[in-house]
């Protein structure tokens, strides 16, 4: 029941993927490429790891909303309204990706996997953290922080707008000049 | 056999209560939707009548019965969609709000569970707002986007404050926790917060902006007939959804003197979706960008504070 289960959500993943390059409207596209990662994010419930496969459904949602925005914002023409294509290259783009499911998936096949020995363990996502991570845990949660505070500080820095657009040359103005009113009147 | 998480058989979904659910938090909608008339009628200094208390009902019969109208050239398909979306990922949601001493989808990481189907609302009011092909439409989408990027952490943060005080993701663990003290009173600003975040998730009241006025109606714009009854039902499902769920993570679950647990349940989920509803009528509307600013400053911060003050009196 769960190997049927599996096929059919992989084949939907596999297909749903595909069929980002098919569609020729940008909003079909981001949000097949969504369902794709949905029935991936269905497998890991499958395979025990609830946590990761939740939190998967929580990361892939929010992120192709938002892309969706940024998709048709950069587009070919405006809104997003007319018909594209995402096919570029077409010839090497399909010669790359088949080549690479080929590799992958005989890979699934060729690779012996071990047999499981022991019970399952009670708390997946701790054992998949450590297996993952091991003694490197502590080094990684700190890399974790100082990558969140680059990214902070490269939007910050790209930012068109800084202090002194905001409270003038002596950072002296109040309220500041902002194209649009915060909500807690600074 | 699914297993969902390696939990013990006898913890597995319930096929009778899943089937009762949508007519549960339909149920729970028209309450909702029957509240906010009458919380209209008292606002507006009337008197609240039957016959308007009846509307709701009757709105959603014709709902049914009328032929729905469409726009030029719709993206029908993410438009259904979006709009199915909403009314659905509010039954998933009450899915694994504990009734009684468990969840109709028992999991022990249910409030990520939760946190995961309030994420589905991102694409389905965005789809809805996209999918008919209409300039309001889409703005309203964009707008509840932008309400999104502001409630989202905060209300994050604010289920892991709850998770943190039974050391558990799982609902019905978080609320057997509760002998003695209730969260709401540990935790007083992760449960306004929470409050904020069900009424921003369900675009009401304040946080009606995606479906406001001054876009003709923006997401809800172009709907009609049984589209647009599964859209409003999804949204008040949506608020009975999020009051269920906070009389576990907040209101001590089912415990109360003499009644029985279930009853203390019902009427605390009552109290708390009658507040929700009643949000409505008693502030004025929150622009996106003004409620960013206010959610990224005021919010993160204080639920931080929270999340560190809870940690702090548990261990």
């Known amino acids: 029941m769960e190997s049927v289960i599996g096929g059919v959500l992989g084949a939907v993943a596999v297909l749903a993927g595909a069929t980002v390059f098919v569609v020729n409207s940008m909003a079909r596209a981001t949000y097949s490429l969504l369902v794709s990662f949905l029935a991936v994010a269905a497998m890991l419930v499958l395979l025990g790891s609830t946590y990761v496969g939740f939190l998967t459904v929580v990361m892939m949602t929010v992120e192709m909303a938002i892309m969706g925005v940024f998709m048709l914002m950069y587009m070919m023409n405006p809104a997003g309204l007319m018909p594209m294509s995402m096919r570029h290259n077409t010839r090497g783009a399909l010669v790359l990706s088949v080549g690479t499911f080929l590799v992958l998936s005989v890979g699934v096949f060729a690779v012996p996997w071990p047999g499981r020995q022991g019970k399952p363990a009670r708390d997946v996502t701790y054992d998949l953290g450590t297996a993952l991570m091991g003694r490197h845990m502590l080094t990684m949660i700190v890399i974790g922080t100082a990558l969140l505070a680059t990214m902070v500080s490269g939007v910050m820095l790209t930012s068109a707008r800084g202090r002194y657009d905001r409270y003038g040359d002596e950072l002296d103005r109040r309220p500041p000049t902002d194209p649009v009113r915060g909500g807690v009147g600074r | ?315």
């Open chain 2, 1 to 315: 056999m699914l297993t969902f998480g390696l939990l013990p058989v006898s913890d597995q979904v319930s096929v009778v209560g899943a089937l009762l659910l949508p007519v549960l938090l339909a149920g729970l909608a028209v309450v909702a939707a029957v509240a906010s008339t009458g919380f209209a009628a008292v606002a507006a200094g009337r008197r609240v009548t039957t016959i308007e208390l009846v509307g709701p009902l009757r709105e959603g019969l014709r709902l049914l019965l009328v032929r729905r109208r469409t726009t030029l050239h719709p993206d029908a398909l993410l438009w259904r969609i979006g709009g199915a979306t909403v009314f659905v990922s509010a039954v998933l949601a009450l899915a694994v709000v504990p009734i009684g001493d468990r969840a109709v989808v028992p999991s022990a990481v249910g409030i990520v569970w939760f946190n995961a189907v309030e994420a589905l609302l991102w694409a389905a009011l965005w789809l809805t707002g996209w999918g008919a092909n209409s300039a309001t439409g889409l703005v309203g989408g964009y707008r509840f986007l932008a309400l999104s990027l502001a409630y989202e952490l905060p209300f994050m943060l604010v289920l892991i404050t709850a998770g943190i005080r039974g050391a558990s993701l799982d609902p019905v663990v978080v609320a057997q926790s509760q002998t003695g003290l209730w969260s709401v009173v540990l935790m007083p600003v992760a449960f306004v917060v929470y409050l904020v975040s069900a009424v921003a998730f369900s675009f009401w009241g304040p946080f009606s902006q995606p479906a406001a006025g001054d876009a003709a109606g923006g997401v809800l714009a172009e709907l009609s007939g049984v589209d647009r009854l599964v859209v409003v039902l999804g949204r008040y499902g949506w608020l009975a959804a999020s009051a269920a769920m906070s009389v576990p993570l907040f209101l001590g679950g089912g415990s109360g003197p003499v009644l029985p647990d279930l009853a203390w349940q019902l009427f605390k989920t009552l109290v708390v979706l009658l507040a929700l509803v009643a949000a409505r009528w008693r502030w004025p509307l929150v622009r996106a960008e003004r409620f960013a600013e206010i959610a990224w400053l005021v919010l993160l911060p204080a639920v931080l504070l929270q999340a560190l003050v809870v940690a702090v009196i548990v261990l």
